[in-house]
Structures are given as structure tokens and as C-alpha cells.
């Protein structure tokens, strides 16, 4: 499973930087949220699983700069900074902004994402007890982001394109959107299934205690 995630998360990436949404990306907010999405929310996590508990695990080595919380409070700071309309627009429009943009965001989405997952295994009670509340909070972030977005009456970016099918107001609306389901249900599912974990493990040991 962890071969497959690592050559998912791989081609996921290479999807995202080398297909078509890095030029729509210039003229479509929906384009540039998408490309963002798939690199925190897809490619991130796939990479994370595959990484977990090897030996080159960063979370094994280094345990207390992965930690959960403080993780998913610093990819919220990355995340809002970069979607601050000076910063978005120069991505959107420098290469030199792109890849600045697009390599933090990855790393983000690594250092939330490793933080939940990563370590020994089996995982130990209290990373994964973190990792529910750090992957939650993410999850609050994202969809109070893309909320916003949402419902915003004015344009909060401006558009070097147009589009024959979408107003500037309506594709940082669609945009808002993907943020708003692709991040909020990403990570949430993350911290469901650490949950998940943690009853498992809860249950291993009630029986161990009991035998």
C-alpha cells in the first residue's frame, strides 16, 4: 500500500506542475485553487502514508518539530499568507512566486500531514490523539478560507483573463468551493481516520488489561 501511496502521490504532483493548470492558473482563481488543493490535500497525505514509519521517517528523528498542533498552526499561517492578495498575485504571475509558493505549500502540506502519520509503529496513542486535533483544525482553517471566498460579495483578486463561462466573481467563487470541499473534507477524513485508530487501539487495550 505504502509503494502504491509514494507512486500516487508522485504522479499526483506531476499532474499538478507539469499538466495544463499552471498556465490557466495565470488567468482562473478556480485553476490556482485546484493546483493548491491537489498538492496539500492529495499529493501531501499520499506522500505522508508512504513515508511513515521507514526508516528515513523525519518524524522518527525529529519528533518534537512534528508535532501535530503546532504543525497544523504553521501550515495555516503558510496558507493564509500566501492568499494574501499581494503574495497570490505574484505567484499567479512570477515563476520565480510559482515555485516559491508551490514548494512551501508542499512542505506544509508534509509537515501537517507527516506530523499525523509519521512516527513508529504502531503508532503511539498520544501522536495520533494530536494528530486528530492537529488534522481538525486544519480542516477548520481550510473551510473557513474557503467560506470566505465563497461568500464574498466583491472581488478580492484581480483577473488577467476572461473567461467565456465564468464572471471574475464567480470563479473566485468556484474556486473558494474546491478549497471549501477538497481541503475541509481531506482533512477531516485524516483526523476520522486517526480516530479510528485510536478506538482500535483503545480496544487492544481493555483486552490486553483484561487477559
Known amino acids: 500500500m505504502q509503494l502504491a501511496c509514494w507512486n500516487l502521490g508522485w504522479i499526483v504532483l506531476a499532474a499538478a506542475w507539469l499538466g495544463p493548470l499552471p498556465d490557466l492558473a495565470t488567468a482562473s482563481f478556480a485553476a490556482h485553487m485546484t493546483l493548491h488543493m491537489a498538492v496539500v490535500a492529495v499529493a501531501a497525505p499520499l ?12 518524524v ?13 498552526v504553521g501550515e495555516l499561517l503558510i496558507v493564509w499568507a500566501w492568499h494574501a492578495p499581494g503574495l497570490h498575485h505574484w505567484a499567479r504571475h512570477s515563476a520565480v512566486g510559482f515555485v516559491i509558493e508551490q514548494g512551501m505549500f508542499l512542505a506544509a502540506g508534509l509537515w501537517v500531514w507527516m506530523s499525523a502519520f509519521g512516527g513508529t509503529a504502531p503508532r503511539d496513542r498520544g501522536r ?15 473551510t473557513l478560507l474557503g467560506a470566505l471566498l465563497v461568500m464574498s460579495p466583491r472581488l478580492l483578486y484581480l483577473h488577467h483573463g476572461r473567461s467565456e463561462m465564468l464572471t471574475p466573481i464567480m470563479d473566485q467563487h468556484l474556486g473558494g468551493a474546491v478549497m471549501l470541499v477538497v481541503g475541509g473534507i481531506a482533512f477531516l477524513a485524516g483526523g476520522l481516520w486517526l480516530t479510528k485508530d485510536l478506538v482500535s487501539l483503545g480496544r487492544l487495550e481493555m483486552g490486553t488489561n483484561e487477559g
Open 47 to 58: 506522500l505522508a502514508i508512504a513515508i511513515a514509519g521507514k526508516a528515513w521517517d523525519p
Open 60 to 72: 522518527i528523528r525529529f519528533p518534537r518539530p512534528f508535532s501535530p498542533v503546532p504543525a497544523s
Open 128 to 142: 495520533s490523539a494530536a494528530g486528530v486535533i492537529g488534522l481538525l483544525l486544519t480542516s477548520m482553517h481550510m
